[in-house]
Nanobody
């Protein structure tokens, strides 16, 4: 069983910064990718950033240049550094990860979500 534990959300003024973290715990053989999604009220969940096992990263156009994903391989933690935050970044942010629990078994899990609110 693999769980994703998120932390770091909160309230910040526009232009400020926050860092979210997502720790994957449990029986993990390998992690293929870790992602951050977000969902604002009334909107669909959207992909914000991806970090692959090869170290490749990808970002939504709306956050490029402002958000950065970093991975602590030793602790299986994915960070999302968010700078120059805008009110439109307000959403519940979810961590998502896929990988293997054994050489032949896979996992795909979501975190519980953490609220980020940016005031104008």
């Amino acid at each position: 069983q693999v769980q994703l534990v998120e932390s770091g959300g909160g309230l910040v003024q526009a232009g400020g910064s926050l860092t979210l973290s997502c720790e994957a715990v449990g029986r993990i053989f390998s992690i293929i990718y870790m992602r951050w999604y977000r969902q604002a009220p009334g909107n669909q969940r959207e992909l914000v950033a991806t970090f692959t096992s090869g170290g490749n990263t990808d970002y939504a156009e709306s956050v490029k240049g402002r958000f950065t994903v970093l991975r602590d391989y030793n602790k299986n933690i994915l960070y999302l550094q968010m700078n120059s935050l805008k009110p439109e970044d307000t959403a519940v942010y979810y961590c998502n990860a896929g990988g293997r629990t054994t050489a032949v078994s896979t996992f795909l899990e979501w975190g519980q979500g953490t609220q980020v609110t940016v005031s104008s």
